[in-house]
């Protein structure tokens, strides 16, 4: 008998049943290691390179921050520097051009009167030169003394204009006439300014070394050869005016400044003569010179305008008498120059008066108004 033999069927796989991925656990962010010493600071996130962390990152927000501020910086200094000048915009004031030499001077011109420059030559240059202002002190205008009388009312005179204050008149500002020069190239300006010094001052010529007041210093000292400065005066033509230079020196340069300013030439004031109550100062006898009437002196004209008193140290006997030696000069408005007028002898006193004959070296007394 055959054994049928049972052929085993084969089974199909059963199709398995896709199971759902279980939701992986988020893992907890590790703690960062404390790195050794030296060791370069971990990143986060290596692999995106979002975040460093340390010193760098400091550094990149330092710049960050000091970039925007450069940029203006510097766009601010294109715009002064470069952009606004070319608009029209403020321009830099430029400093004003050196002064151009000028010609020697031979003269200084004071108001009418011309007096001899400065005499220097060679290779001197001169340049103009802002004058100093003001050189003197200009005494102070005399006040109306108070008579104490008393105006009469409106009502009284019956006049309305009378009464009526008038407006004080502005007054016009006076031009300055100064003018200045400064000497370079001088190999000894001190010693330049001394013979110039000596040359004015001379007896025919007429100036006289004075302080800011105009008042003549009696015995000058001399001039120093390195620096110094001196003040020469003296009485103009023009009424209540004075010729006056100043000058001022160093080693190397010299300045001098001409000027007709206000005022006149005065002599120190001097005290009483020992003599007794009736002995009379310098300036009390120079202003009894000046009360007389030319034709007592012998001298021409009506008026003591255009005369100059000066008195000489010491004094001489004249009958017994102590009297002292006043020279007059008359200011020649054509020339500048002072004229000997006379000589006279007055009396400390004041009660006589003589005049002095220089070519016989004898004298006359004179009358003296009662």
């Given amino acids: 008998m055959k054994q049928l033999k049972r052929e085993k069927k084969e089974k199909t796989p059963k199709p398995k049943k896709e199971k759902a991925p279980k939701p992986k656990k988020e893992k907890k962010p590790k703690k960062p290691k404390k790195g050794k010493k030296g060791a ?78 400065l ?21 102070p205008a005399e006040e ?39 000497y370079e190239g001088l190999s000894s300006p001190g010693i330049v300014v001394s013979a110039y010094t000596m040359l004015l001052t001379a007896e025919d010529v007429g100036f006289s070394q004075v302080d800011e007041e105009l008042i003549r210093i009696k015995e000058p000292e001399p001039l120093s050869v390195e620096t110094g400065s001196v003040r020469l005066a003296k009485n103009a033509p023009e009424d209540g005016k004075t010729l006056f230079l100043y000058m001022e020196w160093t080693e190397e340069i010299c300045t001098v400044t001409a000027d007709l300013v206000d005022g006149r030439v005065k002599n120190p004031p001097e005290p009483v003569s020992p003599v007794g109550p009736m002995g009379m100062s310098a300036d009390q006898m120079i202003d009894y010179m000046l009360s007389l009437n030319p034709s007592v ?73 009662q």
């Fill in 40 to 117: 370069a600071p971990e990143l986060e996130n290596p692999e995106e390179g979002v975040v460093e962390t340390g010193k760098k990152s400091k550094k990149k927000m330092l710049l960050m921050i000091l970039l925007p501020v450069l940029v203006l910086a510097v766009g601010a200094a294109v715009f002064f520097f470069v952009i606004r000048p070319r608009l029209g915009g403020e321009k830099a004031e430029e400093p004003p051009p050196p002064p151009e030499p000028v010609e020697l001077p031979l003269m200084y011109t004071m108001g009418e009167t011309e007096v001899h420059a």
């Fill in 144 to 182: 109306e003394e108070d008579t104490g009388e008393e105006e009469p009312a409106q009502g009284d005179t019956g006049e309305e204009d009378a009464s009526e204050e008038k407006e004080p008149e502005e007054e016009e500002p006076t031009e300055p006439t100064a003018v200045a020069y400064r």
């Fill in 119 to 139: 005499p220097v030559w060679g290779e001197s240059v001169v340049y103009p030169e802002e004058p100093k202002i003001p050189l003197v002190q200009t005494p």
């Fill in 297 to 369: 002196l012998g001298l021409e004209g009506t008026t003591m305008e255009g005369y100059d008193f000066m008195m000489q140290d010491g004094s001489v006997l004249i009958d017994n008498i102590p009297c002292v030696r006043i020279n007059a000069y008359q200011i020649n408005s054509q020339t500048g120059t002072n004229e000997i007028g006379g000589n006279y002898f007055l009396s400390l006193d004041g009660s006589h008066l003589y005049r002095l004959d220089v070519a016989s070296n004898s004298v006359e007394e004179l009358d003296l108004p």
